[in-house]
């Protein structure tokens, strides 16, 4: 069966760093697109970082441009989003996506994508 887990979450002071991971099973990650959404309190949900299972080329939304990397260890079938210089604005859960039909991911359209992780909360605050 095919499933995302995820972990990494947790409290962060504004401007320090935290590591989100995302395992599957029951496929091999390398061949989908991949996507990091998140969910702040009151808003809608809003991509933030995506792989192209095209090309292997990476997208990151302004607001995170600089500050985060996503990242995908074949060897693991896990994808990872490294968060630095965190802002209280950065405050939400954070999902990992996958989408086999998504040939451009940074559309992020929630609906193009097939399996999803179970969210991590990521709270920035002192």
């Known amino acids: 069966q095919v499933q995302l887990v995820e972990s990494g979450g947790g409290l962060v002071q504004p401007g320090g760093s935290r590591r989100l991971s995302c395992v599957a099973s029951?496929?091999?990650?390398?061949?989908?697109?991949i996507a990091w959404f998140r969910q702040a309190p009151e808003k809608e949900r809003e991509g933030v970082s995506c792989?192209?299972?095209?090309?292997?080329?990476?997208d990151y939304v302004d607001s995170v441009k600089g500050r985060f990397t996503i990242s995908r260890d074949s060897a693991k079938n896990t994808v990872y989003l490294q968060m630095n210089s965190l802002k209280p604005e950065d405050t939400a859960v954070y999902y990992c996506a996958i989408s086999r039909g998504a040939y451009y991911c940074q559309n992020y359209s929630p609906y193009e994508y097939d399996y999803w992780g179970q969210g991590t909360q990521v709270t920035v605050s002192s």
């Open positions: 029951g496929f091999t990650l390398d061949y989908y697109s």
């Open positions: 792989i192209n299972s095209s090309d292997d080329s990476i």
